[in-house]
């Protein structure tokens, strides 16, 4: 695991300090057919704690933009809610395909049973409801750090479903950092790259957002 929450929560703190539309998934039962239509293979080490993580990272997206939906009633935080939710399914059908616990299941918006995640709600929150454009950049940056991590991720990857799964979540949140970047320049902001190098982040929000649904591939 090449980034911790812990970690996360340093450096998140630091930089928000010193400073969309929904992706087209096919959603419900197709996407789950998908999933389950690819080999069930052996999961490495590197595999099993992916996806918890990125079950984790997927609920505090939805639950922030949520909560910053609510204060600020500003359709993107809806909008990509709503989306982060197909990425919550899709990691989802992968726990239950492979039969491993979902420690996210039954909780409620803003709810985690992990201390450091709960802390890092609290705090995504707070920072988010000081203004509608700190709210802005705290979608950027989760989406920032998503990037990241899904990009690290797929380098200790070769089952063929969770690559499908995680090149899609890829592409949403590079459609969720295009639409939040827009947002802040709007608002009169700014945004560098936290996570992911500003190179990287030049070219994705200088692109055209990516259309389709949930594919084979990048």
Same mark, same amino acid.
């Given at each position: 695991?090449?980034? #911790? =929450?812990?970690?996360?929560?340093?450096? =998140?703190?630091?930089?928000?300090?010193?400073?969309?539309? *929904?992706?087209?998934?096919?959603?419900?039962?197709?996407?789950?057919?998908?999933?389950?239509?690819?080999?069930? &293979?052996?999961? #490495?080490?590197?595999?099993? *704690?992916?996806?918890?993580?990125?079950?984790? &990272?997927?609920? $505090?997206?939805?639950?922030?933009?949520?909560?910053?939906?609510? *204060?600020?009633?500003?359709?993107?935080?809806? %909008?990509?809610? #709503?989306?982060?939710?197909?990425? $919550? &399914?899709?990691?989802?059908? $992968? !726990?239950?395909?492979?039969?491993?616990?979902?420690?996210?299941?039954? %909780? +409620?918006? +803003?709810? =985690?049973?992990?201390?450091?995640?709960?802390?890092?709600?609290?705090? $995504?929150?707070?920072?988010?409801?000081? #203004? !509608?454009? /700190?709210?802005?950049?705290?979608?950027?940056?989760?989406? /920032?750090? /998503?990037?990241?991590?899904?990009?690290? !991720?797929?380098?200790?990857? /070769?089952?063929?479903?969770?690559?499908?799964?995680?090149? %899609?979540? !890829?592409?949403?949140?590079?459609?969720?950092?295009?639409?939040?970047?827009?947002?802040?320049?709007?608002?009169?902001?700014?945004?560098?790259?936290?996570?992911?190098?500003?190179?990287?982040?030049? &070219?994705?929000?200088?692109?055209? *957002?990516?259309?389709?649904?949930?594919?084979? +591939?990048?």
């Amino acid at each position: 695991m090449k980034t #911790s =929450f812990t970690t996360f929560i340093a450096v =998140f703190v630091a930089v928000l300090t010193m400073s969309c539309n *929904k992706d087209n998934g096919q959603h419900g039962n197709t996407l789950k057919e998908q999933i389950a239509a690819l080999p069930k &293979e052996a999961l #490495s080490d590197a595999e099993l *704690k992916g996806l918890v993580l990125m079950r984790e &990272e997927e609920k $505090l997206a939805h639950d922030v933009y949520t909560a910053l939906y609510n *204060k600020w009633g500003m359709m993107i935080f809806n %909008n990509i809610s #709503s989306s982060e939710q197909t990425h $919550l &399914e899709a990691v989802a059908a $992968l !726990l239950a395909k492979y039969d491993l616990a979902d420690s996210a299941s039954g %909780n +409620g918006t +803003g709810v =985690f049973n992990d201390t450091t995640l709960q802390r890092l709600y609290n705090q $995504l929150v707070s920072t988010g409801n000081n #203004s !509608l454009l /700190d709210a802005l950049n705290v979608g950027a940056t989760i989406e /920032d750090l /998503d990037i990241f991590d899904l990009q690290n !991720l797929l380098d200790d990857v /070769d089952n063929q479903d969770i690559t499908f799964v995680y090149n %899609n979540l !890829l592409k949403g949140s590079r459609n969720h950092i295009r639409a939040f970047y827009g947002q802040i320049i709007n608002n009169g902001g700014t945004y560098s790259a936290q996570f992911i190098t500003q190179q990287q982040l030049e &070219e994705i929000v200088n692109s055209s *957002k990516e259309t389709g649904a949930w594919r084979k +591939g990048k």
